[in-house]
């Protein structure tokens, strides 16, 4: 991280009646910040044309990030892991955002920030010779399940596409290799189901697309401890499960266990602690999640919490 003062900061007195409809979204492209449709990146950059890039999806929540400080840990240690660096820093990142969010006047949003490989030097396929690239964006709060599909109850599905091996994409390093997540997607659909969970090379499950999953049994709470990225909802979800009284394992969970749990319940900054009801067709539990919907009443308190939420 460079985190010279030459960068130019995005202005705050962007005017938003310049723009329409900037609650659809913003962009945050090439140091300006633009409306989400004029959000464009250069076709040449590595980020779209490999795949070669991190992300952190942070959210606001009635005008308060959550958990800020959590997802910028994880995006500045998987841009380091990359080998990527930026000329923003740490807290002019957390401006940004800010900033982005504010041009949106959006009170609920998902607020993705990005770098890219970038767009390598002319002739050249040496990833050294790219400059990394920062971008984010803020659109409307969005949902894995929203909150009528979780009354209504929400439909996993066990796919037998394997997630792609850690051994080959750390998924600590959040990532967008989301080939087998949205094949699994796929299968799930065919099935009638709403969601995919993948497994290991093994039979254990691992995650789906954009969440972790839990199952809890008795008072027993367990979650994936490899091939998973460890998602801040997660965290969360581990800490609020001790502060009720249940035991938490972070070690492989078989695909069979979901199906003898008393709950499953997924996690993910898009929705929270999102209750599952059915996994393969089969009703899991007594169908009424208690820990699960307790876990979510406290998940929803804590954005209330001065140490874990900031005002934008
Ligand atoms: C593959 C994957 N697993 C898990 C998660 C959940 O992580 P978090 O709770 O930090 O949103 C995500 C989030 O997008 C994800 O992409």
């Not at 409809?21 to 300006?32: K, T, Y």
């Not at 050294?128 to 929400?154: E, L």
């Not at 600590?172 to 699994?184: F, P, Q, S």
Request: with cysteine; hydrophobic share 40%; glycine share 8%.
């Amino acid at each position: 991280m460079s985190g010279e003062a030459t960068v130019t900061m995005p202005n705050s007195d962007y005017n938003p009646a310049v723009h329409a409809n900037l609650s659809n979204g913003v962009g945050f492209i090439e140091g300006e910040i633009v409306p989400i449709s004029e959000a464009k990146i250069p076709i040449l950059d590595w980020g779209f044309l490999h795949s070669d890039a991190t992300y952190d999806v942070v959210h606001v929540w009635n005008n308060r990030f959550f958990r800020i400080e959590d997802h910028l840990d994880r995006f500045m240690n998987s841009m380091e892991k990359l080998n990527m660096a930026i000329d923003f820093d740490r807290g002019q990142i957390r401006e940004i955002l800010a900033r982005c969010v504010k041009a949106s006047g959006l009170k609920d949003a998902y607020v993705e920030m990005i770098c890219t490989r970038g767009v390598p030097a002319a002739n050249s396929r040496d990833p050294r010779r790219c400059k990394n690239r920062f971008y984010a964006f803020v659109v409307p709060f969005s949902w894995v399940a929203t909150r009528q599909d979780q009354d209504r109850g929400v439909r996993l599905h066990i796919s037998s596409v394997q997630r792609i091996a850690p051994q080959s994409v750390d998924p600590t390093i959040k990532n967008y290799h989301w080939l087998d997540l949205v094949r699994g997607q796929y299968d799930a659909y065919a099935e009638g189901a709403d969601l995919a969970v993948l497994s290991d090379m093994h039979g254990n499950v691992v995650e789906g697309a954009g969440f972790n999953i839990f199952a809890v049994t008795g008072k027993t709470v367990v979650t994936p401890s490899k091939g998973v990225l460890k998602g801040i909802t997660r965290k969360t979800a581990m800490e609020l499960s001790e502060q009720i009284g249940l035991e938490v394992h972070e070690r492989d969970v078989p695909a069979a266990e979901l199906l003898s749990a008393d709950e499953v319940f997924i996690t993910s900054t898009a929705g929270g602690i999102m209750p599952i009801k059915f996994v393969n067709e089969q009703l899991i539990g007594n169908g009424l999640a208690e820990n699960t919907v307790r876990l979510r009443e406290l998940y929803w308190e804590a954005h209330q919490d001065p140490v874990l939420s900031q005002p934008v």
